[in-house]
């Protein structure tokens, strides 16, 4: 994918130039470096300094600790509220299932009693339900998705490679700026057809190498989710976790886990019984700030994560 025809901004006619030379397009190359958009979160903006800043982010944790909706929160704050737009790679999970996680948070955002995953799909296809009080609530909160995030967010849901990806942003009009990608999750994401990559390792690297080079090209920020290595603890949080390659570390700007809060296996059993439940984001990696961790609140039934104190 990577273009290797075009020679490296410091190499001219044979020779070095020299930073000195470059100075008016190294100055203009250093707004590309501000935050693309707040991430929601005013804990994860401070240790971020500000939100999203381009390049590829990490987060991971094991099955259930919310991972997916924690980065869909982000992506749909990103094109409500952040004056930007969000590309969501979904290569686990259908658009309809995530955008009905967005529906039930909204739905819980707006006061009452939250509609559940189970009530939407219900309530949608059964037109007997028409006008009564709970679809009109449904209503009320698909509205509010349709209007105010959806016309910025756009879901890949089919077969995809980083290859396509790549073609997709490069085909994007040059003066509009380009979205934030949500890929879930990396480990998924294919080849291009005929890359014989050698093992895993070696198709996870080069998958990692593309998207930072993705990031570099358009200044977007790549949210990346990860799973995490067999036989990891539930309240688990180290670099060493992260599955299939150490380029997810070394090539990332910022990576962050997700855990279960507790003391020890029983009291982190009993938390993930809760709801909600409580949680804990350990950003370990963060190439322009401080690392740190935020604790919060998931609520797996309303599809949204709440800071808390402590």
Request: charged share 20%.
């Amino acid at each position: 994918m990577t273009n290797n025809t075009v020679p490296p901004p410091a190499l001219e006619g044979g020779r070095l130039r020299w930073n000195s030379e470059r100075r008016d397009e190294l100055l203009s190359s250093l707004g590309g470096l501000r935050p693309y958009a707040s991430t929601g979160f005013s804990s994860l903006d401070r240790l971020l300094g500000g939100g999203l800043c381009p390049g590829l982010h990490v987060l991971s944790a094991l099955p259930g600790c919310g991972k997916t909706t924690l980065a869909l929160m982000i992506g749909d704050h990103i094109a409500r509220f952040g004056a930007g737009s969000t590309m969501v790679a979904t290569l686990e999970m259908s658009a309809a299932s995530l955008v009905c996680k967005s529906i039930v948070r909204l739905s819980a955002e707006q006061g009452g009693t939250p509609l559940t995953f189970s009530e939407v799909a219900r309530l949608a296809r059964r037109p007997e339900a028409v006008g009564t009080p709970r679809f009109e609530e449904l209503m009320a909160a698909a509205d509010a998705y349709f209007s105010e995030i959806a016309p910025r967010v756009a879901m890949v849901d089919a077969a995809v490679t980083v290859d396509t990806l790549a073609h997709i942003y490069d085909a994007l009009p040059a003066t509009e700026r380009k979205p934030c990608l949500i890929v879930d999750y990396v480990q998924l994401l294919r080849r291009p057809d005929g890359d014989a990559a050698a093992t895993d390792y070696a198709a996870l690297t080069a998958t990692v190498t593309d998207l930072c080079a993705i990031a570099q090209r358009h200044s977007v920020p790549i949210l990346c989710i990860s799973s995490q290595n067999r036989g990891a603890k539930r309240g688990g949080a180290s670099l060493d976790l992260l599955s299939g390659s150490s380029a997810l570390e070394y090539g990332s700007v910022s990576a962050s886990f997700l855990t279960v809060d507790g003391e020890d296996d029983s009291e982190r059993q009993r938390n993930a019984e809760m709801e909600p439940r409580p949680v804990c984001l350990h950003v370990l990696k963060n190439r322009f700030g401080p690392c740190g961790r935020i604790p919060m609140w998931f609520s797996a039934s309303q599809g949204r994560f709440i800071e808390r104190e402590g």
